[in-house]
């Protein structure tokens, strides 16, 4: 198959690429590099050295023989070169990976508001046009977010994949109808996903695009088998305030003796997933893709739920770490239930990866190799969702 991955040199997208290569795939990258941007505007790092994109690519074919190959290009501003790029390469498929992903970075400040729902609401409109337009019949495979449901909406009933049943009172009656499960996000960066949601149903609708949305919760982890052949091929491990996400922060925060960043109690629930089974899920996606006229397909991509301070009292169980409360730079719930339905992707062959299966230590590994490359001045989130939260205890100081 010839796919597209587009964002193909980040976090999910660069390991997606190599197992999709690794399967046989024809495999273009379509990446602006903009990640990578963000970092030195920041003035982070990833905890990992992460080769230049060009390095990765010439690696992969030494090792390999398999070519991956890479377009620079914006998808929220160049859509005209996407369009002539369809049309020549005529792709199978698009896997969009290809948008900015942090909710702390969307919340900075207004300039960060206005580019993530300016990069991604075009980016992935981008892509529907030009398939549209061109006409060709590219299944598109969106990573979306278990954020799109927002917690806490329907109390501790199981959030359906996607779609939910509703009795609709008419005058003749109530009829069932099926809607999209209410959007209710959490920060500026997980509303751009639920804009993108009403996208994919009108596209789908009118130009029958083939959609499929990956509800994804938060992904751990690092390597995969590919990235782990080469230490240029590593994939990136973000551990900043802004990009990092929690259960690989308090790893790496273990791992260099920092107190474990739990926002308020803890009591947040969240859906996880590792890295091999995002890689793996996208697979299935792709192999499974909706029919033309079908709505889009919605999986729910998690395997595990967790309350964030399980999570800091297993790593502090593991290595000793201190667990710090600290003020919650969030506007969210202090505690909630979280029930989600995975049948699909289990019912597809998903034989999933478990906290306990020995790849804590995996990453915590690659925490503990890379610790000297920390800069710890960029650990604690300091992006707040409403001003006046940034009262803080001694630590925000650091
Ligand atoms: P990432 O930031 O590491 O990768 C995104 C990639 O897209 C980067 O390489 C970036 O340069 C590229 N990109 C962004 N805007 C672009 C544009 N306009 N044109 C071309 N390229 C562009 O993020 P990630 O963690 O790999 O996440 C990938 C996708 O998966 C995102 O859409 C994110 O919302 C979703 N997701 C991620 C997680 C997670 O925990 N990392 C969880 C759920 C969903
Ligand atoms: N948290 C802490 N301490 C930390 C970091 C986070 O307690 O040091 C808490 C947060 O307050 C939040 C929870 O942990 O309650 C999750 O935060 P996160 O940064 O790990 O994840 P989130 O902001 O939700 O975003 C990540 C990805 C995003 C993806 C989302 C999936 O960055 O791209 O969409 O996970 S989900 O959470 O299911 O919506």
Redesign the pocket.
Known sequence: MKVFVLGGDGFCGWPTALHLSDLGHDVTIVDNLSRRKIDVDLEVESLTPIAPIGERLKVWKELTGNEINFVHLDLAEEYDRLEVLFREQRPDAVVHFGEQ????YSMRDSSTKRYTVDNNVRATHNVLVAIATTGLDIAMVHLG???VYGYGWSGTAPIPEGYLTVKVPTPDGEIDREILHPANPG?V??MT?TLDQLLFAFYSSNDQVRITDLH???VWGTQTSQTALDERLINRFDYDGD?????N?FLMQAAIGHPL???GT?G?T??FIHIRDTVRCVQIALENPPTRGDKPQVFNQVTEVYR?RELAELISKLTGAEIANLP?P?R?AVENELNVSREKFLALGLDPTKLSEGLLEEARDIALRYKDRADTTKII?RSVWRQGMETSPDLMKS
Do not use: C, D, F, W
């Not at 992903?101 to 702390?104: C, V, W, Y």
């Not at 990009?243 to 259960?247: E, H, W």
């Open positions: 992903r942090a909710a702390p977010t278990m954020g920060s960066y997980h996903k994804q919760g938060i990009y990092g996400t929690v259960l922060r960043t739990v926002h803890g947040q969240r859906a964030v919650n969030r969210e989130a």
